[in-house]
Nanobody, 117 residues
């Protein structure tokens, strides 16, 4: 089993910044994929940013140029630096870890990000 714990959410004004962190523990496969999804009220969960063990990254068009994801393979952590936040970024953010061999996907408990003046 794999456990993921997120931290760093909160309330921020438009134009502000937040940094989310996620730490994975347990039986972690390598290589693997890690990253972030988010879900706003009344909407489906959507991909925000993904990163592979090799450091390849992918971002949703809506966050390109504003969000940056990074990971530490030795510590099994992944971060999401969010700059120039907009009200439409308000959502619960979930980190995940994907095992490409078994197809298993593990999720964190989610952390609330609210962008409001």
């Amino acid at each position: 089993q794999v456990q993921l714990v997120e931290s760093g959410g909160g309330l921020v004004q438009p134009g502000g910044s937040l940094r989310l962190s996620c730490a994975a523990s347990g039986s972690i496969a390598s290589p693997n994929g890690m990253g972030w999804y988010r879900q706003a009220p009344g909407k489906q969960r959507e991909m925000v940013a993904t990163t592979t063990t090799r450091g390849n990254t992918n971002y949703a068009d809506s966050v390109k140029g504003r969000f940056t994801t990074s990971r530490d393979n030795a510590k099994n952590t992944v971060n999401l630096q969010m700059n120039r936040l907009k009200p439409e970024d308000t959502a619960v953010y979930y980190c995940y870890l994907a095992d490409p061999i078994t197809g298993a996907i593990y999720w964190g408990q989610g952390t609330q990000v609210t962008v409001s003046s």
